[in-house]
């Protein structure tokens, strides 16, 4: 290529940025973002939001699995916590997973729970891809740092790429989610989980990761969530 016609896509490719980024600003004028959880302008999850998640009650909240595996939840999906959920899981918002996860070691304080490692729920890569991180890994490594414990993050991969869950009833997520986890019996044998993610709903997603990592030589397996689903 001549010199001229590299100075010709050089300036074709700074001009093509510009009126990209020129784009982009007018969009945000038109359309700017607001927190998920009071509409406030400029900004996916507001600074008042985040004062007052960081002020909001853990509500310890227990169940049991299909697996069998305990899993607690630090409140209700609703208010506060379900917004924060979603502006985390689907609004950009991986930052949130600090004060989410302060919230987990918070809960976990609470029971009289021993484990050796936390896994989060693992996403498809290309739902990973799609999102840029997994919202249960940016949790799970604030857990692990608080609660001094090593994070696995891919201990436990999913390996097929499966709808979402949301809307589906009990058997319609245990037909999405059959065979989608495999865990890594290198890293998991002989060892007692913890398991992070957002959402409890039916407990279907962390069951077929327990039974997964049980199938791997996984001892003893616990969940923890920020909401469970009433």
């Known amino acids: 290529m001549t010199q001229q016609a590299e100075t010709r896509t050089s300036i074709g490719f700074f001009s093509y940025t510009a009126i990209k980024n020129v784009g982009h600003t007018l969009l945000d004028l038109l359309f700017p973002a607001s927190c998920v959880h009071c509409g406030r302008v400029d900004t996916g999850f507001c600074d008042i939001c985040h004062a007052d998640l960081a002020n909001f009650p853990t509500s310890l909240y227990i169940t049991t699995t299909e ?28 930052t949130l997973g600090i004060p989410l996860g302060q919230r987990l070691a918070q809960t976990i304080q609470q029971l009289d729970w021993t484990f050796d490692i936390i896994i989060p729920v693992p996403l498809h890569t290309s739902r990973y891809q799609e999102r840029g991180y997994n919202q249960s890994q940016e949790m799970a490594v604030e857990v692990a740092k608080l609660m001094n414990c090593p994070c696995l993050p891919d201990a436990i991969i999913r390996t097929r790429s499966t709808d979402s869950q949301v809307g589906l009833n009990r058997e319609e997520r245990l037909r999405n989610l059959n065979d989608a986890f495999s865990a890594q019996t290198e890293l998991i044998n002989g060892k007692m989980l913890l398991l992070v993610d957002d959402v409890q709903t039916t407990g279907t997603t962390l069951s077929m990761c327990a039974e997964a990592a049980i199938q791997a030589g996984a001892t003893a397996v616990y969940g923890i969530t920020v909401t469970a689903a009433t």
Do not use: D, F
Request: proline share 7%; net charge neutral.
């Open 67 to 94: 697996t069998e595996i305990p899993v607690a939840a630090t409140g209700v999906h609703q208010g506060i916590l379900q917004s924060a959920v979603q502006a985390l899981k689907y609004h950009g918002q991986p």
